[in-house]
């Protein structure tokens, strides 16, 4: 599938900002399934200094600072992204037991397993506790392949709980979605990460847009798509496999990746610093168009 992404962020402030710094993920990445064809932030007003790297999670960061005086601030990521479905493990014979999966992840001086380690241990939004390894636990029989017990944690997250976008921000902490069986996509995510973490399993956050098809006969609202999130667990030997679980779904052609890391705080599509500005209001939209071939 090929699409185009338009992501515009907006914040009009109440009063003037005098400067700002800005740190943005919204260049898609490209690796095995997907390819980055293009990618352009657009930044009104002009910033006076701009500059991208590659993070030590391997992202496309983006720094930008506007300088002069402004009462609102509009970014937009334009990209271009080729996505080639991903191998669904599920399909075929995949034995490998969770346990040595574990193993694999204290022992293995392979290159791969090396880099995943920093999965393993708690990050900004991911604490570990003993109620969240409870609740991981029905799904870690002894001896069960790593992908049933990821695939079956996936659909119970999906099944228990529920999507309310009025219940909890980044900062709520995990123990209150358990709690209360209640979040958005990113608070299922930092719980699936969370409960694979707790029984030492890598396990990373993925931040991106997944495509949101309109009911049959309707047209395709402009904006109605969004920025989502997912989570990533380490197959030895195979490398990251990704798991949807405000969905139930493994993402195959309809999720594209902005950036990976340990958990939100990594991975945020744009933060920054202001001088000034009083209060601000926050607009923000996102649509993936499918183009013509795909």
Known sequence: MRYRITH?????????????????????????????????????????????WQDAFGNVSTYFAVQQPHESLTVTAISEVLVTPQSNL????????????????????????????????????????????????????????????????????????????????????????????????QDFAHLAIACLRSHGL?????????????????????????SHAWFSVYVPYFGWMDFDPTNNQIPLSQHVVTAWGRDYSDVTPLKGVVFGGGNHSLEVSVDMERLEGS
């Open 202 to 226: 890598a396990a990373r956050y993925v931040s991106g847009y997944i495509e949101t098809l309109p009911a049959p006969g309707q047209e395709k609202l402009v904006g109605a798509d969004a």
């Open 8 to 52: 515009s962020t907006k914040y009009a402030y109440s009063t003037q900002v005098a400067l700002c710094h800005n740190l943005a993920h919204l260049k898609p990445l490209s690796f095995e399934r997907q390819t980055c064809i293009s990618s352009n932030i657009i930044v009104n007003p002009t910033p006076a200094t701009t500059h991208d």
């Open 90 to 185: 599920l399909d075929s014979a995949f034995p490998t037991s969770w346990e040595t999966a574990r193993e694999h992840m204290k022992t293995s001086a392979n290159i791969e397993a090396l880099s995943a380690r920093p999965y393993l241990i708690e990050s900004p939004f991911v604490t570990l506790s003993p109620e969240l390894a409870a609740y991981a636990a029905p799904s870690f029989i002894p001896g069960r392949p790593l992908l049933e017990v990821v695939h079956e944690l996936m659909q119970r997250i999906f099944e228990e709980f529920s999507y309310d976008p009025h219940f909890s921000t980044i900062a709520t902490p995990l123990s209150e979605v358990l709690a209360h069986k209640k979040g958005v996509c």
